[in-house]
């Protein structure tokens, strides 16, 4: 929040006059009114910075309560709430979308895309991660009677990452993202 005073001082001239009213304004206090404005300040920081922090983490477990349960039509991955947007403007839009999306999920009696597909539609152009690109998760077969750990244990992880020598120290560091394929 930018004070009203501050609007007044643009030039340097004004801005070295105000500096010296302060001066003078401050080295007329005592001691004790100048301990009881630190206090109430530093009070005043303390309390705005705690306010500011407890909201932001409220708003987190608020966003993040519900978790990611909207699928997208297209890419059949699951997103939160704020990463998708409603498919009705995009059937719309054009007829080659339809056969981009596929029509068996529902959430709340409502179609979502994620916002990554919904850029890729509105071009006309089929989004990479699509589910017409045949990437889906292929189904678990019946004979496998395991639990959720078994199976992470079973599966073959291979990890690819690209290392890289860093310019001072000449230490490896992981450049870019981390790809886990099975």
């Known amino acids: 929040m930018q004070r009203a005073y501050r609007k007044k001082i643009s030039s340097p001239e ?10 003078t304004y ?21 309390q705005k910075n705690l306010i500011s922090v407890e909201s932001a983490i409220s708003q987190f477990h608020d966003m993040a309560a519900e978790g990611p349960v909207y699928i997208c039509f297209c890419c059949d ?37 994620c916002k990554t597909c919904h850029g890729h539609l509105v071009k006309n152009k089929i989004p990479p991660c699509a589910v ?7 189904q678990k077969p019946n004979f496998f009677d395991l639990n959720e750990l078994e199976c992470r244990l079973l599966a073959p992880r291979i ?6 020598q860093a310019p001072r120290g000449k230490q490896l560091k992981i450049h ?3 790809e886990c394929s099975c």
């Open 132 to 138: 017409v690109n045949g990437l889906v998760f292929p």
């Open 77 to 113: 991955q699951l997103w939160y709430k704020k990463a998708v947007l409603s498919s009705e403007k995009l059937k719309n839009l054009s007829p080659v979308i339809q056969e981009y999306l596929d029509t068996r999920r529902l959430h709340g009696n409502a179609e979502w895309v």
């Open 26 to 46: 401050r080295s007329k206090m005592t001691s004790n009114q100048k301990a009881k404005c630190n206090e109430k300040l530093k009070e005043y920081r303390l």
């Open 159 to 164: 990890a690819f990452q690209k290392l890289m």
């Open 176 to 178: 870019g993202n981390i």
């Open 14 to 23: 004004q801005r070295a006059k105000h500096n010296q009213y302060q001066k």
